[in-house]
């Protein structure tokens, strides 16, 4: 069994700024990425950041330059700083892990339960 555990979300002013949280914890070999999705009404989930093992980032055009992912990897624990808000952020925001179960195992993906990100004009 696999854990993530998010926590940050809330309501902020447009121009403001949030930090979240996901730590992943159990039946975990090798963390390949941590990352973090969102997902509008009436629109599709999107990626908006993620972070490998390594330390390679690759993020969503919407968010580049305001966002910044980095990860602790000791904890198995992925943060989300998100700068510069707009009521286009408003989301609700999922972290992702892809992970190893065990050595020589086919990676598998685990979700978070997500939190809400709401930006107000």
């Known amino acids: 069994q696999v854990q993530l555990v998010e926590s940050g979300g809330g309501l902020v002013q447009a121009g403001g700024s949030l930090r979240l949280s996901c730590a992943a914890s159990?039946?975990?070999?090798?963390?390949?990425?941590l990352g973090w999705y969102r997902q509008a009404p009436g629109k599709q989930r999107e990626l908006v950041a993620l972070?490998?093992?390594?330390?390679?980032?690759n993020y969503g055009d919407s968010v580049k330059g305001r966002f910044t992912i980095s990860r602790d990897g000791a904890k198995n624990t992925v943060y989300l700083q998100m700068n510069s808000l707009n009521p286009e952020d408003t989301a609700v925001y999922y972290c992702?892990?892809?992970?190893?179960?065990?050595?020589?195992?086919?990676?598998?993906?685990?979700w978070g339960q997500g939190t809400q990100v709401t930006v107000s004009s």
């Open positions: 159990g039946s975990i070999f090798r963390v390949v990425y």
């Open positions: 992702n892990v892809r992970y190893e179960p065990a050595a020589l195992v086919k990676s598998r993906d685990y």
């Open positions: 972070i490998t093992s390594g330390g390679n980032t």
